[in-house]
């Protein structure tokens, strides 16, 4: 794809996706600056594509011109940048836009200048005029190393599995594009695919090969041993289960005096007898889509176990029935939560997205659903309430906001003594202030999923009234190539 259709397609998906998102970023204009900005006919912008690797800082030009050619000094020219691979947004200053390679990547750079906003719209944006696009392509950090994991599995002959390897940077981050390719240095005692898939074939000893296309390489030393596997026992033999439910088969080796063969990995396979679509997993779990009798075969070193499995079609979803409804056709509704109030009475708080004002939560009386009351709201400083959530005995609330005029986004918690008209008794944005997108309760502890960081903060409500930091936890520590959306919990585990 040639960088002038990238950049196309890039400005496209910017105009149609983030017209919210800039017009909220957009600075007051001086009627100067938006008379100077009637006079741009053109933006040139140098170099018009750019590279650049993750973490350095690059300089680029854009020069305002009217019909003639001529430079047009005084306008407001802006740049902003959708992607995150490139971080920088913000004022043209002296025909220097700054931007920072945040993560591997293909971006678009869009530069535009401010005019009056009866003078020209672009894509329901007033006040926007001649917008242009630089292509940006960020490169990683080098590769400096791979890593190879130690495989979980003892390399019997006539079994097979995979291994797995990483290229890792000078930074000590995982490489983004990077691709690791094995060989073996003697196929006779132990074969590997390209792709890690290793099949030992006799005992000895063998060295194992993982290289990157830049040549760094690492080496594996894996000794394979017979097999002693006589056969595979399999439980149950016969099973029946529904569409959609998981069900385990237990697989154990055996060797010539029954004992467990143990590290030794085994190959599944699930086959149709009277319909297709099943699968089973490395752990045994076994899911048929499609009603049917089905075949599943553990398999190692020549040895096979089997058992039949019959599903039948799960009963027909019980219909839901709409009783009643709150509305506000002013505003999108982004979150809810429903509960139990200390009062007796049912109520449900709704959050807002941006489209139509998103500062606000709606509290709703519930208690008859064939009548639901709007009853109160609570309006804080943000573009979106994202999400609602009520401690468990609702006594206390927590709602998340994004967009803050000062930028001081995170959370706001809700004392709920009259749960039909909360009040705010509390807020925390240390280490927040980018935006909480979605939380989840435990007894008295929070945790609140950070936009910015894709990381998840911990937060420590036992005195709801003074909200402090109780931990974080993040993917990949140091990465940037992430995201971390929503969080869920059945009391045990976080999702």
């Known amino acids: 794809m040639s960088r002038v259709v990238l950049a196309t397609l890039l400005l496209l998906g910017l105009t149609t996706v983030y017209p919210a998102r800039v017009h909220a970023q957009l600075p007051p204009a001086t009627p100067e600056q938006e008379a100077a900005g009637l006079r741009v006919a053109h933006i040139q912008i140098e170099p018009g594509a750019l590279e650049m690797t993750r973490g ?26 959708p992607s995150r691979a490139v971080r920088g947004q913000g004022l043209v200053q002296n025909e220097t836009i700054v931007l920072i390679g945040r993560e591997p990547g293909e971006a678009s750079v869009v530069v535009f200048v401010r005019v009056p906003s009866d003078s020209a719209k672009f894509q329901g944006i007033g006040g926007i005029k001649q917008m242009a696009a630089i292509p940006v392509s960020v490169k990683d950090w080098a590769v400096a190393k791979v890593e190879v994991e130690q495989p979980m599995y003892t390399p019997y002959v006539g079994s097979t599995f995979k291994l797995h390897a990483r290229a890792l940077t000078d930074r000590g981050t995982e490489h983004e594009t990077a691709k690791v390719a094995w060989r073996s240095e003697n196929p006779a005692i132990a074969r590997i695919t390209p792709g890690g898939v290793v099949t030992p074939g006799k005992p000895g000893t063998v060295t194992l090969i993982a290289s990157t296309e830049s040549g760094v390489s690492a080496q594996h030393a894996m000794t394979v041993v017979k097999n002693p ?11 029946s289960t529904r569409t959609g439910d998981v069900v385990h088969l237990d697989v154990q080796a055996l060797d010539a005096k029954d004992q467990a063969v143990k590290g030794l990995a085994l190959a599944y396979s699930v086959f149709g007898i009277d319909s297709a679509g099943a699968m089973v997993y490395p752990d045994g779990a076994f899911v048929a889509e499609n009603p049917g009798a089905y ?47 200390k009062d007796g009475r049912d109520y449900a708080y709704t959050g807002t997205h941006a489209q139509g004002g998103g500062q606000r939560m709606f509290v709703w009386d519930v208690t008859d659903p064939a009548s639901i009351q709007l009853i109160d709201s609570v309006v804080v400083d943000a573009r979106v309430v994202n999400d609602v959530k009520v401690n468990d005995d609702a006594s206390w609330a927590i709602l998340t906001r994004e967009g ?7 959370v706001v918690v809700l004392d709920l003594a009259d749960p039909a008209h909360p009040t705010v008794i509390a807020e925390l944005t240390d280490q927040l202030t980018s935006g909480i997108h979605n939380v989840w309760i435990i007894g008295d502890m929070v945790y ?3 936009d910015g960081t894709a990381s998840m903060n911990i937060l420590d409500l036992s005195d709801p009234a003074n909200p402090k930091h109780a931990g974080h936890w993040e993917v990949r520590p140091g990465e940037s190539s992430k995201t971390l959306h929503d969080v869920w919990s059945d009391g045990s585990y976080l999702y």
């Open 56 to 81: 350095d800082t690059a300089r680029v030009r854009a020069v305002l011109h009217d019909r003639d050619g001529t430079v047009v000094p005084g306008a407001q020219a802006l740049f902003f940048s």
């Open 448 to 450: 609140a999923v950070n």
């Open 404 to 410: 803050a005029s000062n930028r001081q986004n995170g």
């Open 295 to 341: 075949r599943v075969v553990a398999s190692t070193g020549g040895r096979s176990a089997e058992a039949i499995v019959e599903a039948t079609r799960r009963p027909p979803p019980t219909p839901a029935r709409k009783v009643g409804q709150g509305t506000r056709t002013e505003v999108s509704t982004s979150d809810l939560w429903v509960f139990t109030g």
């Open 229 to 239: 596997t006589a056969r595979l026992a399999i439980s149950p033999m016969t099973l």
